[in-house]
């Protein structure tokens, strides 16, 4: 029997057994390869996806536990050539060096924001606490993070009342 | 007219792709028909191999090709021939490569893998460099002598794989006289794993007689001519290109798994990738190395220093891979910084049975530089002075004589020193946020140098009048390709920079390059590009000369157009150049190409250097404020301020994300990233859990000046910035925490438990019983002098 899974808003039938990771189901299956595995043990988060919204490290998620819910990958993020507020941000303070780590910080933040719009600076390192970057030093990355504020909380309440 | 491109906060091209997960990098590549690849390695530090049947594996589902040091005859080496690809006969440290598999899936590939058969018999292992240079120790390589040597001059004998020498001046005299204080320092640091995101990864073919390699390097070059010599093919027989790299940091400055990949591609006839697992990353990676050091200073009451001597151990592991090239390096940071009467310096790359070292950002650079920085502070209160005047008084500056005697150009230390005076005195001390914990200040200097050497580019204007800018330069995420270059090609042909196309590394399209490392891709491949862009200007203007029917020497070439001095309203469109070229002259491209000149040093007084003297020093001044917790160990970072040598900044905003970068992997460093190796020689870190790296909580913004003007050979006076920003953060850590706790800092990484055991005096001072106290007594003797 197969899975079926939501992936950026489209049902998918996935092949692969049960237990095969979700970051492997998502690069290998479905060519979604903006999700990047690193270390394969859930501490880099660089394979980081929403599963129902909520951010989860999709190296250690088998596919079969997301059956019937929905899954989004970095490649949701931009709607047409429209980059979110976040991703903007990231390209407005300069912050993309190798960008292998950005994916996941893309979705750890977006999933973030979703509950916290209004989050501090603080918080906001907090919750990078799962997501390792050895390029950029973080600063751009939260700098980017707290200039969205605003945009997030803007973002969420339109997301709310639709 | 268009505004200024150079100092300029462009945005980089490669951006937008990166944060929508549309790069694609080597470890999102592959194909149709394509093989997954694993190495066998070996689980034991030291042994003869007894047998290694690969025929069970063979017999294994999916698998395609196996391949073993039958298959690749060669040796690699950059002074000396001493790496085969394979262990033959003996292993050498614990994880060496026994053969590689391939098969239809990644699953299968690492079954097949464990499948085969090896049967060792072990050997006493030498761990650690006082095991391996003990009168006792096991001979890593009984065979030494019979190695190839590739570049002569060094001293080499049993397990001392290279050692380099600087003498000038009399030391002996220096310390011999009666108004100097003499102080002297041990010291140790540990590994560091450059961890990259994106793992050393490949995918090989073979068509038509070549082999095809697309790969995560800063190297295509080296990868296309070591892959040839390890497979004992001619290397224009070798075709490499790189997509976008997710990370390098030096680890990807060697060859790695590309030669496996080619062999395994051949035996199968199919396409072949190749990934290392996290696992095999920690494990194998060519960390920097950890080193001892012991430096003896002899110093004036007014703060003199009238001689020095230093004994440098670099720990290249089972083989020499950088390090025997590395020992150049000493003598440039221990003998930096300062004016010396008198100095002399042994550096040894030393063979031990653990995982090859390599190069890492700023490479021994960050060692010796702590170790200078705390030893300079040692002298200070030795004679009683402030660290700063000291610095002030010593610092090298115009026509400074280094170690090996080349005379430098230029004040520059001194006045990044002022700088950082102004800048720090106008912020308040953060002496309050230590609460009740130890507060420390350090301000610290280094020296380092921009790694100029070979590079070609070649320019092609378009039909369009935009240009293709074709080099083997490679964008490792440093920005050097995608903002500096378009930028110093657009600033030479009065274009913008989106008018810049930048063609990725292919060994078949571009000349030669040393690679993307040593702050160098700027310098190296900016000068070749702009010398390109001067033969691509000349004929630009040659053709519109009869367009215009004006002399060439008369027009301008800016906002892409070319007009007539004084007369801005006569004139031709670029894109109109190129097509009138086409049916004149042809279409117009320049060639362009740099190396470097070549800095004299003193004659007599360097042995064993592949680089005697530094065509393209630069220079930097880190300061910073600690609080250490003493229940806990714990060290906080304050603040934290750079002045830095830039040279002149082509995009300052990217060169500060480079120093927010290089600082904040320097903290990881000096005081948490810590690779141990256990008695087995087994590197007890094997991923993110247990080795750590900065995460976002534990950094803090970093306040940087770009010191602009120094003298440079680069493109429009730049230096490189990408390297040198984490040279000195070890040393600025390990002087605040010595100035925090008042005690003599001398081993990094500073984890709580060793502040802990400073704080305590437990585990007592370094003493390094296997370094002599009489320098001469340390060195090899001249017969040892390897001759090619």
Known sequence: MSLRVVVNHEERTVASAPLTPLSTVLREEFALTGTKEVCGEGFCGACTVLVDGAPAVSCLVPVGLVEGRRVETVESLAVGEDLSALQAAMIETDAVQCGMCFPGILMTLTGFFSERPDADEEEIRSALAGNICRCTGYEAIVEAALSIRGAGAAASAVEAAS | ?788
């Open chain 2, 1 to 788: 007219m268009n505004k200024p491109v150079i100092g300029s906060d462009l945005p980089r091209r490669d951006a937008r792709d990166k944060l929508r997960g549309r790069t694609r990098y080597t470890i999102d590549r592959g194909g149709l028909g394509m093989l997954h690849a694993a190495v066998r390695r070996s689980d034991v530090a030291s042994a003869r191999i007894v047998r290694v049947d690969v025929e069970p594996a063979r017999r294994m589902p999916g698998v395609r090709a196996i391949v073993t040091a039958d298959d690749a005859p060669g040796r690699y080496g950059l002074t000396v021939a001493d790496h085969p690809l394979f262990a033959v006969d003996r292993i050498r440290f614990h994880g060496e490569p026994i053969a590689a598999v391939a098969a239809e899936t990644l699953a299968q590939a690492r079954a097949a893998a464990d499948a085969i058969v090896v049967e060792l018999e072990t050997l006493p292992a030498a761990i650690t460099m006082e095991q391996a240079l003990a009168p006792d120790a096991p001979e890593i390589h009984p065979d030494w002598r019979d190695y190839e040597v590739l570049f002569p001059g060094g001293r080499r004998s049993g397990n001392v794989a290279w050692e380099a020498t600087v003498e000038r001046g009399d030391t002996d005299a220096a310390f011999a006289r009666g108004d100097v204080t003499i102080v002297e320092s041990c010291f140790r640091s540990g590994r560091q794993n450059q961890t990259p995101l994106e793992p050393r990864a490949c995918v090989a073919s073979y068509e038509d007689g070549r082999f095809f390699i697309e790969t995560s390097t800063q190297v295509p070059w080296a990868v296309r001519d070591t892959t040839a010599r390890l497979l004992g093919v001619r290397p224009s027989d070798v075709r490499v290109t790189v997509p976008a790299v997710g990370g390098g940091f030096g680890l990807k400055f060697e060859f790695a798994v590309e030669p496996f990949a080619a062999l395994l591609a051949r035996a199968s006839g199919r396409p072949v990738r190749l990934a290392n697992t996290r696992r095999e990353e920690m494990q194998t990676a060519l960390c920097r190395e950890n080193a001892d050091i012991r430096i003896r200073s002899a110093v004036t009451r007014d703060g003199e220093i009238v001689g020095r001597e230093a004994v440098v151990l670099m720990d290249c592991g089972a083989y020499g891979g950088e390090q025997p090239f590395l020992t150049t390096m000493t003598a440039h940071t221990l003998g930096g910084n300062y004016r010396l009467g008198s100095v002399r310096l042994l550096s040894r790359a030393v063979y031990t049975n653990t995982a090859p070292t390599g190069a890492f950002r700023a490479c021994n650079g960050t060692y010796n530089t702590f170790a200078l920085e705390r030893h300079t502070d040692e002298i200070c209160a030795a004679i009683g002075m402030d660290p700063i005047a000291f610095r002030r008084r010593n610092v090298i500056g115009d026509k400074a004589l280094g170690s090996t005697g080349q005379v430098f150009e230029g004040d520059v230390l001194g006045p990044m020193l002022d700088r950082m005076e102004e800048m720090t005195a106008s912020r308040p001390s953060q002496q309050a946020r230590a609460d009740g914990r130890l507060y420390g200040r350090a301000t610290v200097v280094g020296t380092w140098f921009i790694f100029v050497g070979p590079s070609a580019a070649t320019v092609n204007l378009n039909p369009d009048g935009g240009v293709t800018l074709v080099t083997s330069g490679v964008e490792i995420g440093s920005g050097s390709m995608m903002q500096s270059l378009p930028q110093i090609v657009a600033d030479s042909l009065g274009l913008t920079p989106q008018d810049v196309t930048i063609r990725a590394a292919d060994t078949d399209a571009a000349g030669y390059d040393v690679g993307v490392g040593g702050g160098r891709q700027t310098v190296s491949l900016g000068v070749a590009s702009t010398n390109a862009c001067i033969e691509v200007k000349k004929k630009i203007l040659r053709v519109a000369s009869e367009m215009l029917e004006a002399d060439p020497a008369d027009l301008v070439l800016e906002d892409g157009h070319v007009s007539i001095v004084g007369v801005p309203e006569q004139r031709v469109s670029v894109p109109a150049v190129a097509a009138r070229a086409q049916v004149t002259t042809g279409p117009i491209s320049g060639s362009g190409a740099f190396t470097a000149p070549g800095t004299a040093a003193m004659p007599g007084c360097a042995a064993g250097h592949m680089l005697e003297a530094l065509d393209l020093p630069v220079f930097a001044v880190h300061d910073c404020e600690v609080a250490v917790d003493p229940a806990t160990g714990h060290v906080e970072v304050l603040s934290y301020t750079v002045v830095q040598d830039v040279g002149r900044a082509i995009n300052p905003r990217a060169i500060r994300g480079q120093i927010q970068g290089g600082v904040v992997q320097g903290l990881g460093y000096a005081l948490h990233e810590d690779v141990s190796i256990d008695a087995e020689g087994r590197i007890r870190q094997e991923g993110f859990e247990t080795y750590r790296v900065p995460l976002a909580q534990d950094v803090l913004a970093i306040d940087c000046h770009l010191h602009e003007g120094a003298p440079s050979i680069g493109p429009l006076g730049a230096k490189g910035a990408g390297e040198v920003p984490i040279l000195n953060v070890a040393a600025a850590v390990a002087c605040a925490v010595s100035n925090a706790t008042g005690k003599s800092v001398d081993t990094i990484p500073l984890t709580p438990p060793r502040v802990l055991d400073l704080l305590t005096g437990y585990d007592g001072p370094q003493e390094h019983h296997h370094i002599a106290k009489q320098w001469t007594d340390n060195c090899l003797p001249d017969d040892a002098v390897c001759v090619a």
